[in-house]
């Protein structure tokens, strides 16, 4: 039997207590007093994001069970040559990070050793035009922690933004709220890098319309702001267009990350863990006061 | 008295567990800006075919796992979901005698409406920018109605949830 007439509240007094609801909920999230709820409620969905992911694996080993023999010899020969070429790489790498140590003790500064990393999947993307996010097959049970660097093999992808047990988040350097702060690897110049909404596009927005920058410059991270570790590349220059009658020059560069291809991801754990922490509350606004450095050095 | 029964139950449950499994589709970045809201075409359903089970309090559980799901502020869509429910439930012995033509009009606009909200939102928390391609996903549900309609219709019809 149906109703006729609705028992308990009305459907207008429903509508105003959801509505005071999600509004009282609205502004606790943007003060950020609740982790914990959307942890909770990420948790659950957990098999959601990890089903989503099946047909794509199955395509992956459908693909490489049928991938042709002369394919995989083609593929076995081409890796060879690149580990052969990146051992080559390495060799003087260790040369000169001996060297780089010894020049600092000298100099009497800190040298961050490397980084451990961890590699995670990419579970889902919520790409809007107004946040790039996305999110990984791992979270604080591996001991991510938010506002750490996330990289793939060409350079930086983003930060962690949330964390949950078996997920995280991770906001892109193209988001249109993030900011890296970088250097120009050329003649050392330092700026910041906005996220522009594309995922083919960052911004440079600080530099003066006399910056000495070229299209082709190659932008690695300066190490300002805590968050990134130095000298990983990010960008590189696009295009570079002084505009008469304004103080900024319109810059923009590429991510040299595969931001919108990889499935892959690197997380970085700096081997320097307080300076993430002093770090996790600023970002990912971390950047924003390097904007004077750079204006100072001129 | 049971409005729905366990299986019923079950099946609704699976339905908006769909919805969101096509709401986090591995697309390419050009297309998942685009992907419509499977979720509120889903709870639309519900709340034309099953008034009485499915109403503001379920619009608004599921908004808040859509919020979760989809990394936006919590309470976000649950208020743009709670809202859209209240005027489904007001006018849905009119909407479920409309032809499907007529009906996807009116999914049209409230999908726009839950649109218009997120939009305001974000505009009241500062994102941008917002070019027109943000409301892009807004037409293209509102031609997906006729599917998820005659489809879960169709389910309906032979696991005769009543």
């Known amino acids: 039997m149906k109703r006729i007439f609705a028992k308990g509240p009305s459907v207008n007094l429903r509508l105003l207590a959801a509505l005071l609801a999600a509004a009282a909920l609205m502004a606790a999230d ?33 693909w490489e069970a049928f991938s042709s023999y002369t394919a995989l010899v083609k593929d076995n020969q081409r890796l060879k040559d690149e580990q052969t070429f990146l051992k080559t790489r390495l060799l003087t790498y260790a040369a000169l990070e001996k060297e780089n140590i010894r020049l600092r003790t000298l100099l009497d500064t800190t040298y961050k050793l490397g980084e451990q990393l961890l590699v995670a999947e990419l579970l889902a993307v919520q790409m809007d035009p107004y946040q790039h996010v996305v999110t990984i097959n791992k979270g604080s049970r591996f001991g991510i922690r938010k506002a750490q660097p996330v990289l793939d093999e060409n350079g930086i992808i983003g930060q962690v933004l949330r964390v949950a047990p078996f997920t995280a988040e991770v906001i892109l350097i193209t988001d249109p709220n993030h900011a890296v702060p970088v250097q120009v690897v050329r003649n ?105 450095a750079s204006d100072a050095r001129r | 008295m049971h409005a729905v029964r366990p299986h019923g139950r079950l099946f609704i449950l699976l339905s908006f567990g769909a919805a969101m499994l096509l709401r986090i589709l591995p697309l390419p970045a050009e297309l998942a800006k685009h992907n419509p809201d499977w979720l509120l075409l889903v709870l639309i359903y519900w709340h034309l075919a099953l008034p009485e089970a499915v109403g503001v309090g379920v619009a608004w559980c599921i908004g808040l796992l859509a919020d979760a799901l989809t990394g936006k502020m919590l309470g976000q869509q649950a208020f743009a979901y709670s809202l859209v429910a209240w005027l489904c439930l007001k006018l849905y012995q009119r909407l479920r005698l409309h032809p499907l033509t007529q009906q996807t009009l009116a999914v049209l606009g409230y999908l726009f409406l839950a649109h218009g909200i997120d939009f305001w939102i974000l505009r009241v928390k500062g994102d941008g920018p917002f070019g027109w391609a943000y409301w892009l996903s807004v037409p293209l549900g509102a031609l997906l109605w006729p599917l998820v309609y005659l489809s879960l219709r169709h389910v309906r019809r032979i696991f005769h949830v009543r």
């Open chain 1, 188 to 292: 050392g110049l330092l700026t910041v890098a906005v996220g522009a909404g594309r995922s083919n596009q960052v911004l440079l927005p600080y530099l003066p319309n006399n910056a000495d920058i070229e299209p082709g410059d190659l932008l690695v991270t300066s190490g300002l702001g805590g968050v990134f570790p130095a000298g990983y590349p990010v960008a590189s220059v696009a295009t570079v267009m002084p505009q008469s009658g304004r103080p900024f020059a319109l810059v923009t560069a590429k991510p040299l990350a595969k931001l919108d291809r990889s499935r892959e991801l690197l997380i970085a754990w700096n081997r320097d863990r307080s300076k993430i922490e002093a770090g996790e509350n600023a970002a990912p606004e971390a950047a924003q006061p390097v904007a004077p």
């Open chain 1, 30 to 62: 943007h003060r950020g007093v609740l982790p914990e709820l959307r942890a909770a409620l990420v948790a659950p969905l957990y098999p959601l994001q990890q089903a989503v992911n099946v047909p794509i694996r199955m395509v992956e080993k459908l």
